[in-house]
Nanobody, 122 residues
């Protein structure tokens, strides 16, 4: 079974940094991709950053220049480095995964982690 476990959330002051981690396992083949999503209270889930393939990445406009997605295949982990955090970044952050044809900020991934809370105080 595919499993994803997100961690690293917490409470941070505006302007601070956090690094989210998502460990994954159980993919049936090497054809998979990962992404980060978030959902704030009362709002729809939105794509934050995704791998399109081993090189290409997507970032939503509001996080460009502040967030960086990366992965360590040896550790089966994908990261989201978040710098210069703002109050509007407060949300429950999820990692997601599926085959590469399902990549994208629309969130068509079939596998989701449990979420980790990020709270940015102003």
């Amino acid at each position: 079974d595919v499993q994803l476990q997100a961690s690293g959330g917490g409470l941070v002051q505006a302007g601070g940094s956090l690094r989210l981690s998502c460990t994954f396992s159980g993919f049936p083949s090497a054809d998979y991709t990962l992404g980060w999503f978030r959902q704030a209270p009362g709002k729809e889930r939105e794509g934050v950053s995704c791998f399109r393939d081993d090189v290409s990445t997507y970032y939503r406009d509001s996080v460009k220049g502040r967030f960086t997605i990366s992965r360590d295949n040896a550790k089966n982990t994908v990261y989201l480095q978040m710098n210069s955090l703002k109050s509007e970044d407060t949300a429950l952050y999820y990692c997601a995964a599926d085959s590469r044809q399902r990549w994208g900020p629309e969130g068509k991934y079939g596998y989701w982690g449990q979420g980790t809370q990020v709270t940015v105080s102003s």
